[in-house]
């Protein structure tokens, strides 16, 4: 069982997109808890939207101390993914988290101001702790082309932190999943949502491949 924190102290950077799209996506082969410690519970108002059976088990409004307990039950989950408040405030609550997490996925969208929190978040948090994490750059433009290549310069050279070859780009779909309830797994097909399925794709691939010992149950 591997648990994976998604995390950034910048709000909005798209934590709650990430862990519920994600889980769906590697729920296609594996067995996936999504766990809601945020105060805001934005994934359980996602959940009771969702108009059909989630793919993968819900745990909303918990006590980041029960990721813990998890561990030592040796649950037959394969992935827990864990939703995590974006305030400066709830340090202690993500404190918490990453002190049970395997590994960080830190959403970051190409905006000047979300970088600072962002590091920050890395330098404070996640490096302390020696966990193995990466960004993810969320919410990219696809009518910028060069867009990716001056965020991933960005991250490889000024700031030297490992990242996701691949991006989520930016869709009205996104944006609309959480009020219907929908996930990549229950989306119908649509030229856009196709495109915003695969973004989904490949990084939980990534994810999968990064940590592959896992899928050996
Ligand atoms: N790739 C994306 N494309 C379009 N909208 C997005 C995308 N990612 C996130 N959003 C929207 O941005 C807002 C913030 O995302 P959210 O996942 O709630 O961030 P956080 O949990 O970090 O605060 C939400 O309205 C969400 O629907
Ligand atoms: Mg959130």
Redesign the pocket.
């Known amino acids: 069982m591997e648990i994976i924190a998604v995390a950034?102290q910048?709000?909005?950077?798209?934590?709650?997109?990430?862990t519920m799209q994600l889980a769906a996506a590697l729920a296609r082969r594996a067995a996936v808890l999504v766990v809601d410690v945020d105060r805001q519970q934005?994934t359980v108002w996602w959940a009771e939207n969702a108009a059909v059976a989630l793919p993968f088990d819900f745990a909303g409004n918990q006590n980041p101390k029960m990721l813990r307990r998890l561990k030592d039950l040796r649950t037959t989950y394969d992935y827990v993914l864990v939703?995590t408040p974006?305030s400066l405030e709830d340090t202690d609550v993500l404190g918490s988290v990453l002190d049970a997490a395997d590994f960080v996925v830190v959403?970051l969208t190409p905006e000047p101001l979300a970088v600072e929190p962002t590091m920050r978040t890395l330098g404070r948090l996640i490096e302390p702790r020696h966990l193995r994490y990466a960004v993810l750059l969320?919410?990219i433009d696809p009518r910028i082309p060069s867009q990716p290549p001056v965020w991933e310069e960005l991250l490889d050279t000024t700031f030297g932190v490992p990242r996701f070859a691949s991006h989520?780009?930016?869709?009205?779909a996104?944006?609309e999943?959480?009020v219907l309830g929908s996930l990549v797994t229950t989306m119908t097909r649509t030229r856009r949502s196709r495109n915003m399925v695969d973004d989904i794709t490949h990084v939980s691939d990534e994810l999968a491949a990064h940590l592959a010992p896992a899928l050996v149950r």
Do not use: C, I, W
């Open positions: 950034n910048k709000g909005g950077v798209g934590k709650t997109t990430v934005s939703d974006g959403p969320n919410r989520l780009r930016q869709y009205r996104h944006a999943a959480p």
